[in-house]
């Protein structure tokens, strides 16, 4: 691999990087919605990137893989920082905002934030050593073996999530009610064309469910605390470690996102040090992002919108045992998850400069303008019909007093039945 190459490797994985950051600064908007932009501008983007082909050698589709892969990497670091300061989380981070405004309230917002970063780059780097030695085994029948337990695993979490649950019997219905409503999704023939052509209204669906209700809520961060940094490491990478393998099961098994992961381990672990189990949500949601390019590799399917847009961009070419594509994503990522530990950090101590002095309420509604107007221009008036509809179910379950982890059942609900 000469040094054109890695140069221009580089170059995609810093533009990834730029997005994934803005994606998970602002609150709502999900590196899910970026791929979908991208893939729908694809046509532009080859244009763009072509300069950059011609100089490396290196295939379009690749080039642009790269950089959503590393737009996703980065988004599932920095997506902690909005989640603590601001108390919205991403859909991916729900069961970190407690812990994480715990700390905020103790005058340890940037607390929180290391454990993130730490948790995020343990993840990130064990996933990367483990991404090769994993792709052989699943070529070489671990594939067939391990999807024969999908089943049970599906409804094994779902289990975990309803008995784990304040109010079990709620649970259940809201699960079947998302689950329903992936399946509409997923199934019928409802139109979405937008600004860009036909689109995903998955965007619009989990956006809806997990993105807008905290808005709404308008809950903010608490006024007038001091926050404090020590510039410590606040946990180490053991918590990062215990989150590997759930991290591994969730990238792999379809319908299980690092949400469903977090809840399943959370279950069964006794972390009640709340930056300890921040970092070990972190590294779940970091391993998730980083193996899912292991699993469309191997099986060929997506288990997040930004494989299910690399999918349609790259084809094939992923295929076969650390295949160029292969390994020219996986630098990719390599560098991206560099970025993503630094932007957090720097991200996180702006965020300490600057609490409390935009006010909440117009950056909330900025936000949520946004995001409509999103919805509107690439999915279409149903689209952004479904995404009022998702919303008021994504309101249900705080005014019951549960988590919106039962809400993950509008994917593993259509994995199961379709």
Known sequence: MGPEILLMILLSSAIGAAIGTFTGLVPGIHVNTAAAIMLSAYPLLSETFAP?????????????????????AVHSFVDFVPSVFIGVPD???????????????????????????IGSVVGSVSALLLSIPLQWLMLNGGSGFIDHFTVGILVFTLSVIVICSECPAASLVLIILSGLMGCAVNCWDIPCHGLFGDSTLLFPLLTGLFGLPPLLEKTGSPEGIPQKDDGADPVGPVPGLKGVATGLIAGWFPGITATAGAALMSAFSD???????ISMTASIGTVTSVFSLVTLSVSGSGRS????????????????FCSEAFMVILIAIAFASCIGYLATLGCGKLMVEMSG????????????????????????PFGLAILVISASVGMIPPRIGISRICLTGCLMVPALLL
Do not use: W
């Open 52 to 72: 950059m082909c011609e100089y490396s050698g290196l295939e379009c589709t690749v080039l642009v893989s790269a950089c959503i892969l590393s737009a996703s």
């Open 91 to 117: 859909g991916d981070e729900v069961l970190s905002v407690l812990p994480g405004h715990r700390l905020l309230l103790m005058g340890q917002g940037m607390k929180a934030v290391r454990a993130a970063a």
């Open 271 to 277: 972390e009640k040090d709340p930056a300890r189990f």
């Open 305 to 320: 919108g930004t494989c299910m847009a690399v999918k349609e961009i790259i084809g094939d070419s992923l295929t076969g």
């Open 357 to 380: 002095r935009i006010p909440e309420n117009a950056m909330n509604n900025g936000v949520l303008v946004l995001i409509l107007i999103l919805a509107l221009l690439l999915t279409g």
